[in-house]
């Protein structure tokens, strides 16, 4: 799947080719059986594990059915979580402010799609913690910006859930364990 075609089909402009690192490695490690990020059990647990409210997952669950119906916004989400949490050269405290805020064909979704990005973050965070012994105590007090950010979002987008792609390339603190909350 060509890039620039997918960007077409999605009404997506793409000025700064932010999207363009690693496009075809992305589309070539696309997994088979789906994107364990956008099923619903995943995204009950993380959103709960994170404090976020209750009322955040219809639109959470709503988004990533979305997804999974588009082949496209699959390709898109698959590729963007990669390029943070895979790709950690790719300069994304410069290049996600590229990243569109508004996705056609997620509309008022557009913020979910980012969201659930970020919150694939918590369980890459909780396996480093594991890993190092840091009790989960304080692995569910470094989740205490997702509601803040969660809210910021809706405060200035119409009530709507989500987060900004600016806002990802920050939870690489948790993923690589440089970011606890004590």
């Known amino acids: 799947m060509k890039k620039n075609d997918l960007l077409t089909r999605l009404g997506i402009d793409d000025p700064a080719d932010a999207l363009r690192p690693f496009w075809d490695e992305s589309q070539s490690n696309y997994p088979d059986d789906g994107i364990r990020f956008l099923h619903p059990d995943s995204i009950r ?7 976020l409210p209750e009322a955040a997952e ?5 988004a ?11 390709a898109l989400v698959w590729h963007c979580h ?3 949490y895979e790709h950690l050269e790719f300069p994304a405290s410069q290049q ?3 990243w569109p805020n508004r996705i056609p064909g997620l509309d008022e979704l557009s913020g979910a799609f980012y969201l659930l ?8 965070m909780l396996d480093v913690h594991r890993r190092r012994g840091i009790p989960e105590a304080v692995s569910r007090a470094c989740c205490s910006h997702f509601p803040v950010s969660l809210q910021l979002y809706r405060d200035h987008h119409d009530d709507c859930i989500g987060v900004r792609p600016r806002v ?8 690589r364990g440089d970011l606890i909350r004590l």
């Open 45 to 51: 647990r993380t959103r709960a594990f994170t404090g």
């Open 58 to 62: 219809p639109a959470l669950l709503a």
């Open 64 to 74: 990533a059915a979305r997804i999974r119906e588009s082949a496209d916004l699959a």
């Open 82 to 84: 990669r390029l943070i």
């Open 96 to 98: 996600t402010r590229h």
């Open 117 to 124: 990005i970020a919150l694939d973050a918590v369980p890459r």
């Open 168 to 175: 990802l390339y920050w939870l690489r603190n948790h993923i």
